[in-house]
């Protein structure tokens, strides 16, 4: 059983700053990418950032480039999204996610294991 742990989401002040952790656990387990996606209520799920362990390329949402920043550390099996410049807008629950194979790197359908969410507020 592979789990997918989120921490870091909380109440922040629009400008202010979170970083979001996500720590893979279980069974031997080895992802050839790993994202970040959220939901906000009443919208569809929306590609964050991601991140491909073998040659550390990065993508992200439009207009996320410049205030998000996707890294990890493949000897924890752990990734992780600083948000800077957070905007009311940025509000959401975060969910990260583990590929181990290939696909579209920007659609949730492909990834194969999910955390549970971490819920981001953003005040105004």
């Known amino acids: 059983q592979v789990q997918l742990v989120e921490s870091g989401g909380g109440l922040v002040q629009a400008g202010g700053s979170l970083r979001l952790s996500c720590a893979a656990s279980?069974?031997?387990?080895?992802?050839?990418?790993m994202g970040w996606f959220r939901q906000a209520p009443g919208k569809e799920r929306e590609f964050v950032a991601a991140?491909?362990?073998?040659?550390?390329?990065?993508y992200y949402g439009d207009s996320l480039k410049g205030r998000f920043t996707i890294t990890g550390d493949t000897a924890k099996n752990t990734v992780y999204l600083q948000m800077n410049n957070l905007k009311p807008e940025d509000a959401a629950v975060y969910y990260c996610?583990?590929?181990?194979?290939?696909?579209?790197?920007?659609?949730?359908?492909?990834?194969?294991?999910w955390g549970q969410g971490t819920q981001v507020t953003v005040s105004s």
């Open positions: 991140i491909i362990w073998s040659t550390g390329s990065t």
């Open positions: 279980g069974r031997t387990f080895s992802s050839n990418f």
């Open positions: 996610a583990a590929r181990v194979g290939y696909g579209n790197i920007f659609t949730a359908t492909t990834y194969d294991y």
